[in-house]
């Protein structure tokens, strides 16, 4: 069965850190582009890290650039998110995706991924 699931959401003050992970199983994850998206409460969700299969590129959204990194171990089907200095607006659940035929600027620009997961909560507030 074809699976993503994320985990390490939860409740941090800002200025905090919070690492996000998405586990790949029952597909060939090392052979797609994988990345984060996120959904505030009614705005559109939007592709804000993606990395390329073999992980030496990745694609970070304004939003986050210089707070939020992307990684992959590909040897544990594992794509990483680190978050830091953390604010209230980065507020939304947080989804995993990936796609085996979309570069990974694509699959960040269009989200048109073919494997999503449930999704994680994340809420930046004191």
């Known amino acids: 069965q074809l699976q993503l699931v994320e985990s390490g959401g939860g409740l941090v003050q800002p200025g905090g850190s919070l690492t996000l992970s998405c586990v790949a199983s029952?597909?060939?994850?090392?052979?797609?582009?994988i990345g984060w998206f996120r959904q505030a409460p009614g705005k559109e969700r939007k592709g804000i890290a993606c990395?390329?299969?073999?992980?030496?590129?990745?694609y970070i959204d304004g939003s986050g650039r210089g707070r939020f990194s992307i990684s992959r171990d590909n040897a544990k089907n594992t794509v990483i998110l680190h978050m830091e200095s953390l604010k209230p607006e980065d507020t939304a659940i947080y989804y995993c995706?990936?796609?085996?035929?979309?570069?990974?600027?694509?699959?960040?620009?269009?989200?048109?991924?073919?494997?999503w997961g449930q999704g994680t909560q994340v809420t930046v507030s004191s």
């Open positions: 995706a990936a796609d085996p035929e979309l570069p990974f600027h694509t699959l960040c620009a269009d989200g048109r991924a073919t494997y």
């Open positions: 029952g597909f060939s994850s090392d052979n797609s582009a």
């Open positions: 990395i390329n299969d073999r992980g030496d590129s990745t």
